[in-house]
């Protein structure tokens, strides 16, 4: 048989095996190109999610509020911590909790799920991950509708640096993403990863300052808060809405540090392992 | 046009299956530790070389894991091969397991679109094709219902006709008409028949002989991942045929003779 090679005609798409370039480019672009499957995908979860029930999407809105009036029950009578106005306090942070810990651990589930179809036909696995990201932004912004009834319900005022949202988001997101690259790879090798993730997550969250204040952790456990990158990103996300100010410049260059660096290993380690995927589970 | 549509210089797809199963981190280091950490080596495809050319409609035969499905995957991109190279000119319809991704919640409409997005199209190419693809399917008065309530044959049809409403170079077949009743079967055929006149190269698995006769001048018999017959279709299938009901599954002769006796 003759090696004739495929020569690229002009409009003709060639998939060469052995000209791939950069993983990590030919991911993003392929990502790019099935950007519409991420907006599908998140479409179809929430319709999901919320066929033949009655409340229907205000499920989303309701869990973060009962999770409130309960954890502010418990924190302000039994703790007795003076924290102002300790609803608003706690829902800043538990909305900013809750998209971590639901996208990161979807993201981890995703390979087993996604595997179905993806062994089957070529779909850029990267969009689990994403889409996973959309989902959890979606009920983000479905939780801000509770979070401004507080304010309305305690007399809170609504800061004018609420503008900064959609950047502590969007630092949010891409820290996140990152994790969830992280956990989406070392699922499709252990299959426990998300087991032993949720775990984890449950123990970072009480290291967290979400339901108590920073300035009672003691002086000898501040290294513990340091070394902690939530705690950066909760405070930037916190700020705008809880104190009315924005964060200040280092804190927002170690956020944005934080995520940016954990984000770029989590695509990095993803798209170099993207080709075992179809051999593993 | 003289270079090939689909080129494979002896492609070797291997799977490590792990000794035994080691699933779960804990076990992964409980037994690293202990260096007892061993594959076995599964090859689906052990140096296949081939060449198609655009507007040929070939199909592939032989039994159940012989590695006509890895092939097919190899040349949709959903296996990277582990050594050899694999190009495809063109764009791809893969017709591989009608009806992934299908969600028996969601209404026919909502389902084509997702499956047109799974497939890789845009959003405006599928608003464009929306309209289209439901008349095909002749699913018009059961768009707005939740696809739960569909036969398997008004799947079929649906997923059908998201997949090959399109207009790809090369369309791959995976046993996906073995579905729906006479008259489905006849559209589908009907259609692949419209893709071969209209120049677009199909590459075809089947286990019906019949069809494989009928529809291609081509056939590639694959044994244990090797290419063992590859030629015209009427001779390949009489030669598969009479080795399949020749002998006990235990007594077939090795795939290197029967290459031997082809041409």
Redesign the interface.
Known sequence: ?S???????EG???????RRGSRILEEARALW??R??V???V??DI??RY??SILGVFWTMLAPLLNMIALTLVFSALLKQQIRNYPVYFMTGSIFWTFFSQTTSSAASQTQDSN????????PRSVFVASAIGVGLVNLVLSIVPLILILGATGYPLYATWWFLPISVFILMLFSAGVGFLLFTLAS?????RE?YLVFIQTWFFLTPIVYHPSIVPAKFRLALWLNPMFYLVQTFRRPIYDGVLPSPTLLAASVAIAVLVFATGWVYFSHRV?EF??RT | ????AI?L?DVCVR??VPRERI????E?AIRWVKRRVTYDDFEALRGV???IEPSETVGLIGRNGAGKSTLL?VV??????TS????????IA?L??LG??L?G??TGR?NV??Q????????RE?KQRLVRIIEWAELQDFVDA?IRTYSTGMMARLAFSVATDVDP?ILLVDEALSVGDERFQQKCLDRMEAFRSAGKTVLFVSHALAQIRENCRRAIWIHEGRVVRDGDSASVTADYHEWSIAAEPASLPPPEKISALSP
């Open positions: 048989m090696a004739r090679a495929i020569t690229p005609t003709v798409r060639v998939y060469d095996s052995a190109k099935y519409f499957l907006s599908e995908l479409i179809r319709k999901v066929k033949r179905e179809i993806a062994k089957r036909i070529y779909i090798r252990f299959t426990d990863i032993m080709d179809a051999f | 046009m003289n270079t090939p080129r210089g799977y490590r699933g779960s981190l804990k992964y070389s081939l060449e995957k949709a991109k959903v296996i990277p091969p050899g190279r694999v190009q495809v000119a063109g764009t893969p591989l397991e992934l991704g969600h919640e969601l909502e679109m997702l047109g997005a799974l497939l890789g199209f845009s959003r599928m939740p170079d």
